[in-house]
């Protein structure tokens, strides 16, 4: 793979009213994997079921009912692993993490504490061109989804559906690498780009189908750099959790919040409690969790129902021949191939739907640079004005190539380009038949641009003999000239044939 | 490792057993009695032993990735003490 080389960025420093501080940042990423039924069950991963239709008897913890597991969500945690450059583990093992709540019927949500599947990888985090953070994986284990409980339907009740109840999550788990709120938002965007491309996450925040527990002490500059050289925690300060957040910029903010808070009780001379504490948007603030007394004592022991998870390298193997070209190695390929920015080369493989219809552009229309102004500047911001995605693109990679491939050919100037695009995008049809029934070819046919030219100067002595003076009023001639021939004439001519005009 | 009144009735809540306060002795010794037992087990030099999962040798059963149960949110729901509109209801779960 060709690498991109990068520096990795400043940590973000916090000004206390005493000394300066810096932020310590770990993740752990619960990813729902694009499965159609469970981990261990044939019920629906569905979204959006009918409270309690999408439970099988072993989610509901039936007595006797046994897991059985879904081999497609073992090799989408592979898979995952495999993006992730990770250490697949050809024997992982499942155990139980005991804990009582109502939407944890079994009593225990089966994990893999002992023996994940997925051991260390890594994670390039990029933060502006030639600006990047890399972050350690330390593991990714599967694990069952909890079910849903709602507290606000009835005043002295709690109700909950089973429905998410053992659906397959891969628990991706960070070093604490990261060194500040946007690092932490752009790790988990990251993350999803690297899921979406795999497909073995949908990466839909807003369902909870990808959430993040974050991790956050605070420490003195230097502190961190001593942590890193020996791996000794106790270089770092004690950290809290901040569970559940399922949104880029909350995350941000509560990590803001979280760490301001740390940072005014160490200043004043206290300890910070090693805690699970939720984000509450409203109020913009982190509240302590421990209303369940003891709840950290998980109990964790191996599941008797299930035999160790073994694999082949064979089909390990065959899981990495099939991986698509991952984000990085895209964006390395665009910036090596087409000459692209890497900013530009960024913003194209953001998505891969992003990037194959750009892919599509410029292996009809050729030029890569020009292919990616139009796709990024004209398209993208035409579909953003109307809050469209790509996949809702009315202009086809073959229509964008057409008037792409009518600038190249000096058929239409760039200024007819963007009216062309405009009537593509809104009306549809072939670029070049348009150009030609509706008259927008450019003129390259001196003879007529010349008349033109000659009738301007002939109808403007006063500004003739002032552009005589002062050569940049030739600017006003070539602009009459453009607008007489609507814009149509070639304007690299024109400019040409008005300097040489004026100085005769 | 000896086990007091106190820690029995820990595990005892973590499992949601209620165990009433006269009956924590007997239990503690009880818990003692199996640690005792697992600690002769100790005694047994296991270096280099991978441990035993299964005495049969089989591997981990597999599903392929199908829907063929649930839609059946009446079963689900039949042993319940309380549902309402498909949901299990439970008394309030937080404050």
Known sequence: ?504 | MSIDKQTAARVAKLARIKVEDDALPALAEEFNNILGFIEQLQEVDVDGVEPMVSVTPMRLKRRVDGVTDGNQQDKVLKNAPDAREGFFAVPKVVE
């Open chain 1, 1 to 504: 793979m060709l690498d991109l080389s990068f520096e990795p960025p400043k940590p973000k420093v916090i000004a206390g009213a005493k000394y300066d501080w810096e932020l310590v940042i770990g993740m752990e990423v619960h990813a729902q994997v694009a499965s159609q039924a469970k981990l261990f069950s044939g019920a629906s991963t569905q979204f959006g079921a009918e409270p309690n239709a999408n439970v099988a008897f072993v989610d509901a913890a039936m007595p006797g009912m046994l897991p059985v597991i879904n081999e497609y969500c073992v090799e989408q945690a592979v898979r995952t692993g495999l993006g992730l450059k990770a250490q697949i583990n050809l024997k992982s093992a499942f155990d139980r993490k005991n804990y009582f709540y109502p939407d944890l019927p079994q009593g225990y949500q089966i994990s893999q504490l002992y023996e994940p599947i997925v051991g260390e990888g890594e994670v390039i985090v990029d933060m502006e061109p030639g600006v990047a953070r890399l972050v350690r994986i330390e593991r990714i284990h599967i694990e069952q989804d909890a079910g849903k409980s709602i507290h606000d339907m009835d005043p002295a009740m709690s109700f909950v559906d089973l429905n998410r109840t053992g659906v397959a999550l891969m628990e991706i788990v960070s070093r604490p690498d990261i060194r500040g709120p946007e690092e932490a938002a752009a790790y988990v965007t990251k993350l999803r780009q690297i899921l979406r491309y795999l497909g073995t996450c949908d990466g839909n925040m807003q369902n909870g189908n990808l959430r993040a527990d974050v991790n956050v002490s605070v420490c003195r500059p230097g502190q961190y750099e001593k942590y890193q050289e020996t791996q000794d925690f106790s270089h770092l300060g004690t950290r809290c959790e901040i569970k559940n957040m399922n949104s880029m910029r909350f995350i941000q903010l509560a990590i803001d919040y979280e760490a301001r808070r740390q940072i005014a009780i160490l200043e004043s001379g206290g300890t910070v409690d090693q805690e699970t504490r939720l984000y509450d948007a409203d109020k913009n603030e982190t509240r302590s969790m421990r209303s369940k007394e003891e709840a950290h004592d998980y109990r964790y022991f191996p599941d008797p129902d299930l035999l160790p998870l073994e694999i082949e390298q064979a089909w390990v193997d065959d899981i990495a021949a099939s991986l698509p070209e991952l984000p990085d190695e895209k964006k390395a390929r665009f910036v090596k191939d087409f000459g692209l920015s890497e900013y530009d080369a960024n913003v194209l493989t953001a998505d891969t739907q992003n990037a194959s219809y750009f892919e599509a552009v410029v292996a009809d229309a050729g030029d890569g640079k020009l292919s990616a102004n139009w796709v990024i500047n004209e398209l993208f911001g035409r579909l953003k004005k109307e809050d469209h995605d790509i996949t809702e693109s009315p202009v086809t990679p073959a229509q964008l190539a057409g008037i792409i491939k009518l600038i190249k050919s000096d058929a239409i100037s760039g200024k007819i380009a963007k009216d062309l695009f405009e009537i593509v995008y809104t009306e549809g049809g072939d670029p070049e038949a348009i150009v030609e029934e509706r008259g927008m070819k450019q003129v390259t046919d001196t003879g007529a641009i010349e008349a033109a030219v000659d009738e301007i100067i002939a109808a403007n002595p006063a500004q003739v003999e002032k552009a005589k003076q002062n050569p940049k009023l030739a600017g006003w001639f070539v602009g009459q000239v453009m607008k007489a021939t609507g814009g149509k004439a070639n304007p690299k001519a024109v400019n040409e044939l008005v300097a040489r005009k004026l100085a005769e």
